[in-house]
């Protein structure tokens, strides 16, 4: 659906603010949260990131349904088997475009999303004593499995930005990408969900800390 060709690309508003300001408080608590989760003394630090890499995941999710075009998840599900086919063009001279997320990395958002949902839900569960030491185990598990697929993920960035020869890091800064004029998304999508995306972290953390 958001596939172009590689013709009249000029840069355009993809992602909008929500994408943008979740991604990123995503990107930080998480890493903060796996970074204090060995020290005890760095516990409390550890539970806040955490509730707010949980609060971020079922925001963006819930995004995913009523956001901008590119933010929602049925203009980036594709099969897996177009995803094999995108993956196989990046071998060749002119690789597939895609304005919003490629078909491979749509599977990797959802893999990124569960797996922080999985680990931080566990966390929470663990924090509140149900489940005992299944759960912790569990706990530890999934926050290996989500920092595996982050690596995964930064080099894929890495490589798509290199193939595509389109740095992908900006566009998730500053929201413009290469597409076609007619996808753009209008100035200031987002912003207000953005707004309620922070007074959102704020509460859920303080009502679970
Ligand atoms: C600090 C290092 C990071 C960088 C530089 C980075 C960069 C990016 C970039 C460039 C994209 C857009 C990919 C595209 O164009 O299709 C993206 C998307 C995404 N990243 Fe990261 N990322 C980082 C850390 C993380 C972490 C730690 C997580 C999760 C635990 C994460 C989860 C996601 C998700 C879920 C998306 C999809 C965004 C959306 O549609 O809302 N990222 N990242
Ligand atoms: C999504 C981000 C999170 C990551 C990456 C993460 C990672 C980890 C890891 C790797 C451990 C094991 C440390 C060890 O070897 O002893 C741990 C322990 C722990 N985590 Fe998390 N965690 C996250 C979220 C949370 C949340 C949201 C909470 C609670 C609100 C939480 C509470 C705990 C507690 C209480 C322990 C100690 C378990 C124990 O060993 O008794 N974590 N975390």
């Known amino acids: 659906m958001e596939h172009t060709q590689n013709i009249d690309l000029t840069p355009i508003r993809v992602w909008d603010w929500t994408v943008r300001v979740s991604h990123w408080t995503l990107a930080v608590s998480f890493i903060t949260a796996y970074a204090t989760s060995e020290s005890e003394s760095l516990r409390l630090i550890h539970n806040t990131a955490g509730l707010m890499t949980l609060a971020a995941v079922i925001y963006r999710v819930a995004w995913g349904f009523v956001g901008s075009r590119h933010a929602r998840f049925s203009a980036f599900l594709y ?14 001279q002119a690789p597939d475009h895609f304005t919003g997320h490629n078909p491979a990395g749509g599977w990797a958002v ?3 999303l ?10 929470l569960a663990n924090d509140l004593e149900l489940g005992g030491s ?35 890091v900006k566009p998730m800064l500053w929201a413009r990408k290469m597409g076609q004029k007619a996808e753009e998304i209008p100035a200031g999508a987002g912003l207000v969900s953005a707004l309620v995306f922070v007074v959102w972290i704020a509460a859920f953390v303080m009502w679970l800390r």
Not at 114 to 123: E, H, I, Q, Y
Not at 139 to 154: G, Q, Y
């Open 134 to 168: 299944l759960v912790e185990k569990a706990h530890d598990v999934f926050a290996n499995l989500a920092i595996a697929m982050v690596a995964l993920h930064l080099v894929a960035v890495a490589a798509s930005s290199f193939l595509h020869k389109e740095n992908l």
């Open 110 to 112: 959802i893999g990124l």
């Open 79 to 92: 099969s897996p088997v177009r995803a094999v086919v995108y993956l196989k063009s990046l071998t060749t």
């Open 114 to 123: 569960a797996l922080a949902l999985l680990t931080a839900g566990t966390g």
